[in-house]
């Protein structure tokens, strides 16, 4: 099983940005822990600032992994080209917050991901991705 990690914008920031709401880990040591945790998948991970970066991604991988996971941060909220991005590819995507959404500002409460998603996974800090990992071995 071959698995894409995509994360979006700031999430390069994680253990240094708001402690509070993301934790002290960095995403990169994470991974680490990710990739021990799960030997038997072949997991890549892919971060970027840039919209257009993401949408490439999602549709280089969209057609031949498994699954990609993506935690699209605050693109999920205004990026009508990554949630048709989404939708365009093959490949099953899982929408993935360390944060819940739905506590936070209002803005966050609408993602243009999930109606292209096959699911959404959120509020449980970094274990958001494991367990987006463990849907795809269900």
Not at 18 to 43: A, C, H, M, S, W
Not at 68 to 86: E, F, K, P, Q, R
Request: glycine letters at 10%; proline letters at 4%; aromatic letters at 10%.
């Amino acid at each position: 099983m071959k698995l894409m990690i995509i994360n979006g914008p700031n999430l390069n920031l994680l253990g240094k940005r708001e402690p509070e709401v993301y934790g002290n880990t960095t995403f990169e040591d994470y991974f680490k822990t990710l990739q021990k945790k799960f030997p038997q998948i072949e997991l890549e991970y892919y971060q970027s600032n840039i919209e257009g970066e993401l949408i490439g991604k999602i549709q280089e991988v969209g057609f031949g992994y498994d699954g990609i996971i993506l935690n699209a941060a605050a693109y999920t909220h205004t990026s009508v080209g990554i949630g048709d991005a989404v939708k365009a590819v093959e490949t099953p995507v899982i929408e993935v917050h360390i944060s819940n959404t739905h506590q936070r500002e209002e803005y966050r409460h609408v993602s243009y991901i999930s109606p292209g998603a096959k699911g959404v996974i959120l509020g449980f800090g970094l274990q958001s991705y494991e367990l987006a990992i463990q849907s795809f071995l269900g």
